[in-house]
């Protein structure tokens, strides 16, 4: 089965500063997806990025990149130009490529925090 | 294009009681999961359904299941509830063969 581990419960980072969130899983598969998920106060789960698996380009999506780290099963998730409404739980999540169904695998979560 | 809705939003139960839970997924979508998320366990997958039939099914006792209806939308259903139930139940939606999964704002239930 795989797993998704989130080490680092609680970050913090100042306004306009870059914060790296990291995530590590392991799998026996060769296909899969990553995302990252923020989930703020209200709740909803809201999609920051995704990587699949076969791609070597690191994704990105205006100020969120990750580091895919295929080899290393790393998947860090890097927020540039932090801003307050940054702040949320951000789920790092696993998605089978080789299995029907798209079923997620979440990491605990790590609590993001911006201060002005 | 609406986003996937949940309804409720909030649920106050007892213990023993049962209790429904509905879906409705972004148009076009036919796979629909559900999740339960809790503080102590995190967010676990419950079931997904996809063309009515159940495809994926998590770690959960038989008292949780599930149905999907042919306009795509979903319940849940909990019998017997639980102490342990209480929690926010989060429904996501994804198109055939694309692996993103967009989420509901959740039911979230409070068993007393």
């Known amino acids: 089965a795989q797993t998704v581990t989130q080490s680092q419960p609680e970050m913090s980072v100042q306004e306009a500063e870059t914060v790296t969130l990291s995530c590590t899983y392991d799998t026996s598969e060769s296909d899969y997806y990553l995302f990252w998920y923020k989930q703020p106060p209200s709740r909803q789960m809201i999609l920051v990025i995704r990587?699949?698996?076969?791609?070597?380009q690191n994704a990105t999506e205006n100020r969120f990149s990750v580091n895919f780290q295929k080899a290393a099963k790393s998947f860090s998730l890097k927020i540039s130009d932090s801003q307050l409404g940054d702040a949320a739980m951000y789920f790092c999540?696993?998605?089978?490529?080789?299995?029907?169904?798209?079923?997620?695998?979440f990491g605990e979560g790590t609590q993001l925090t911006v201060n002005p | 294009k609406a986003g996937v809705t949940q309804t409720p939003r909030y649920l106050i139960k007892t213990r023993g009681q049962q209790v429904t839970l509905s879906c409705s997924p972004i148009?076009?979508?036919?796979?629909v999961s559900w999740y339960q998320q809790t503080p102590g366990q995190g967010l676990q997958f419950l079931f997904e359904?996809?063309?009515?039939?159940?495809?994926n099914k998590g770690n959960f006792p038989g008292r949780f299941s599930g149905r999907q209806f042919s306009n795509s939308r979903s319940e849940m259903n909990v019998s017997t509830l639980e102490l342990g139930d209480s929690a926010l139940y989060l429904c996501a939606s994804s198109l055939v063969g694309l692996s993103t999964q967009y989420f509901g704002p959740g039911t979230r239930l409070l068993v007393l």
């Open positions: 148009s076009g979508h036919r796979s």
């Open positions: 359904y996809f063309s009515e039939t159940q495809r």
């Open positions: 990587q699949e698996a076969y791609k070597q």
């Open positions: 999540a696993y998605r089978s490529g080789e299995t029907s169904g798209s079923r997620l695998t």
